[in-house]
């Protein structure tokens, strides 16, 4: 395999789309370093998994000696909302977006190479346009061919509306790929418009048309809706290392697969030897532990990865209490305190309703003995180890 | 009748709207001097009467003391077609710009007070706008909204492209009343839309919207189409006194009513007067004069005004004929000429067929005589005055 296969090799690893492949094949072959865009968006930046689908990518150009720059949008955040209509989004000062830049830059580096990677703000280009190079702009493209991204004709279909200068976003976006001489822009499958308006610009000014890469959106943790914030089902990077373990080791046997291709940086070749062990009778338990133990390295460091690694089979496998636990001081009364009322107390469940129903389940145990009275009271001076269901423990000291 | 009240009837003469209309007593009743603004394009201007139902309106509101802005849009002409699609449409230069105001003054001063009259051009604040400012222009209105536009719609619907910045200029046309500040907006009905967007931009920054007042277009003489250059049924500001006389005497009498409403300085009531004078029997001719004679004098002068007038009734009244003739010069052979073909080549019809055709219908005289054989053969060193219709006339030598 000769060096250019070997880098088309690994860079269309998990890849959605790539356009034009043969596009990136002769640019490939040039030899030069090749100038990688990837837009983030300027709002305070806090990053999962999914997110490092992309800077996985931007590291794997980084390791192939091509140029890799971390663009943050600031010029439209900076705008806010114009309609005004949004007033929960006030504009950025410039503050906030060096303020963000840092915040990025702390956990960025937890992939890409610090000193690889060069980040870039739009504004740069963006403060010196005129109205007039706009209006330029905006007649490169129909109204039409606008209406064709997804989200605008869903939008105009049903009839809501979409504020004029929402076309003219793609259109700057595009235009960034211009100002920066791009040669291979990458992002997520939803992007697709946005990146292939970079293509077009380059090539009505005359430049040689940036690849697009898109990658596809990142499973979670339930393995059928993407990996977002909003629905729980993340992994985030700044995540403790038990927490990121114990998530990786939640996800199903065939959802793991996709993390190793999108996440891992394992070569594929020796992914695919470990699905055919599998095949031949190797529990996936074992295979996910190298996906925990990789990510949790990647996000924290070695140490951590193999203590995480070993707390959870000791917790989990062996049902031993966890040592570094977090500790409840709680105030009793003459009475006592019900077990259900230190259960929600300790925090480790949400409502005393909850902690009855562990109870009922079985699933709550005081110093590794499982309660069933649902009335067991203690008392001032008692201290214990509260566990509730598998990974929920507390050390409980009434006073 | 009070002076707000005359004024309002004065200024909503001929109008088709008036939005709204109790902006418009509103700001007349201040009592201050208003802004008036009325745009034009900034490429070579050719004016016909048409055009003047706007310079009149204006000139009405100078008369009662109001700043009277004529505004060139430069900028977006500087511009060209930004799509490069239409190449015959090339950028103007600042020279352009200048030399077409220069024809412009040359023109509209016939209507309009030069003293009372200040040019302005957009790009004095255009050129300093941001593709920020533009944004946020544009985040002001919909999509939907703009689709509104009846020509958007149409090309919509039916397929035919709009290109992105054309969403734009209407916005910009808005921004001009803003950085104005202007009270009242005058345009043709084809421009409400747009006259629209500046009261809505006003509004939006906190400005007192302007009046929008918008004006039919003018029918041609043949009574039924707008008149245009193109339909050639115009009368142009800069033809010589016959034509413009000879023209006004063309139309019909219903049309000529809606030339006096809005070509005409005479006041209402005395045009109502004429009306019922001709209801009593009256020649409209009689009346037609008035209106050929005050145009003739608004783009020559008085004099030209009377002598047209006396030409117009020797030519066409008693068939004298008039004393300036074009001079044919016609070389003929031994066979000499056939009348249809002199016709045709001293340039009275356009073919032989239609000087047969003339000849035919008993359209056609020599020295006065009616001549009805086609196979009239003239020689050599023959002079004589050769008339066509009423009005085609030429003096021929032929050698």
Redesign the interface.
Known sequence: MDDVTAAFDLLSRGAEEILLVEDLLTKLKTGKPLRIKAGFDPTAPDLHLGHTVLLNKMRQFQELGHEVIFLIGD??GM?G????KNITRPPLTREDVEENAITYRKQIFKVLHPEKTKIMMNSQW??Q????????L???????R??ERDDFHKR?SS?Q????????YP??QGYDSVAMHADVELGGTDQKFNLLMGRELQKHVGQSPQVVITMPLLLGLDGVKKMSKSLNNYIGIDESPQEIFGKVMSISDETMWTYFELVSFRPMTEIHRWREEIDQGLNPRDIKFRLAEELVERFHDHTAAKQAHENFVQQFQQGVIPTDLAEAHLKVGEQGLVIANIIKSAGLTASTSEALRMIQQGAVKVDGERVNDKDLVFTKGQEFVLQVGKRRFAKVILN
């Open positions: 010029f439209t705008i909302d114009p309609s005004g963006m403060d346009l005129s109205a007039l190079d706009l209006i330029k905006a007649a490169t493209h129909t109204v039409a606008m209406l105009y009839g509306s979409i504020a004029i200068h929402e076309f003219l259109l700057m």
